[in-house]
């Protein structure tokens, strides 16, 4: 699959593009398939990861699995529209498929971390950040240790990256708090529907 795109094509048009992101076990995954599982127009990013693939993962559905010689040369031929590198593997954006979809008046949705959002902020600053938050600090941890497909480190280290990332919330456009899937998705689903001309104030919404 290429990745390859230098500039936003022709007849680029007022498609909201929105950045999802918060720390890990805070259910991005959950709030995404509940808006997927239900008509709705939009495309969801599917990230390049130097990470290896799970027995349950799918190439190409849920990451694009490249070895880190890849990971460089998408990098460094400016194919990334941003990525990060998270315990000690990386991920990206694709540049193309982003602005191809935005061209066609699709909405796209990115679910990327926090120093990714920090990028797309800079280079497409009309995108909406939106900062998923959990409805407090003992329900994240407690979902983090449930999960049961990470060892003792790494849950360590996201409990240690969780607190970074909540210490961000003021940098997104709209916080949404994940107490239900169902109302997070609701306004998940209002959000894209927005046009990207739309201004929106930030709020935080107890979803």
Do not use: C
Request: overall charge negative; hydrophobic content about 40%.
């Amino acid at each position: 699959m290429s990745f390859e795109e230098d500039a936003r094509p022709a007849g680029w048009s007022d498609a909201r593009l929105l950045v999802l992101s918060g720390p890990s076990g805070v259910g991005k995954d959950s709030v995404i398939e509940w808006v997927r599982s239900h008509p709705h127009e939009f495309w969801l990013s599917v990230s390049v990861t130097t990470r290896p693939r799970r027995a349950y993962e799918v190439d190409g559905e849920h990451y694009f699995f490249v070895d880190n010689a890849e990971f460089d040369r998408l990098l460094e031929t400016g194919q990334l529209l941003e990525w990060a590198e998270f315990a000690g593997n990386r991920y990206g954006t694709p540049r193309k498929q982003v602005l191809a979809r935005l061209a066609e008046g699709v909405p796209v949705l990115l679910k990327i971390d926090l120093q990714g959002a920090r990028q797309v902020k800079l280079t497409m600053p009309e995108a909406l950040l939106v900062f998923l938050a959990p409805p407090s600090w003992d329900e994240l941890e407690r979902r983090l240790r449930g999960r049961g497909t990470d060892d003792a480190e790494t849950i360590a280290h996201r409990l240690e990256h969780a607190r970074e990332e909540l210490a961000s919330e003021a940098e997104f456009d709209v916080t949404v708090v994940n107490g239900s899937v169902e109302k997070a998705a609701a306004e998940l689903i209002q959000l894209l529907d927005s046009s990207s001309k739309t201004p929106v104030s930030h709020r935080r919404s107890r979803g």
